[in-house]
């Protein structure tokens, strides 16, 4: 989400920034175009459908949901640490208002006036991707 926000403030207003950097991002623009981009893994899909029946007022259960995304997301490299993933988690359900908020960014849905126009940034941009990235294919980095 952070990386769709630099991206038009880079469009709308350069004159006020000055680089952006771009980490596990994606391009913006309409869904009908000729970038044959693969769709986000299924897993992710199926994941994010599964917090729909969740009760998300039974933390243990929250935990456990938030914990399972945070598998999804990691990487081969490293080894996945469930003790440490448990305690970020507890420390998020005990700082947030809302929970669910952390989720509203798949709900928004916007006009296509941003498609084709990344070439016209002309401020230094550095783009940070992982190989394994599951939500979103390294090709996404390349579009």
């Keep these: ?25 994606s391009i913006f623009g309409s869904e009908d175009n000729k970038r ?9 899909l199926t994941y994010h459908a599964n917090g729909a029946k969740l009760n998300w007022s039974d933390e243990e259960s929250v935990a456990n949901y938030l ?10 490299k490293h080894k996945f640490d469930e003790k440490r993933a448990y305690k970020q988690v507890e420390k998020e359900i005990k700082r947030a208002n809302n929970l669910l908020s952390m989720f509203n960014h798949s709900l928004l849905k916007g006009d296509d006036s941003y498609e084709g126009k990344l070439k016209e940034i002309n ?12 939500p979103l294919n390294l090709k996404y ?3």
Excluded: F, W
């Design 1 to 25: 989400m952070g990386g769709m926000i630099a991206q038009i403030v880079a469009l709308r207003n350069p004159q006020r920034v000055l680089s952006i950097t771009l980490i596990a991002s």
């Design 36 to 44: 044959n981009l693969p769709p986000i893994d299924e897993k992710i």
């Design 67 to 76: 914990v399972t995304g945070s598998v999804l997301l990691c990487g081969s």
């Design 123 to 134: 401020i230094p941009t550095l783009v940070i991707h992982g190989t394994e990235d599951t």
């Design 141 to 143: 980095e390349y579009a």
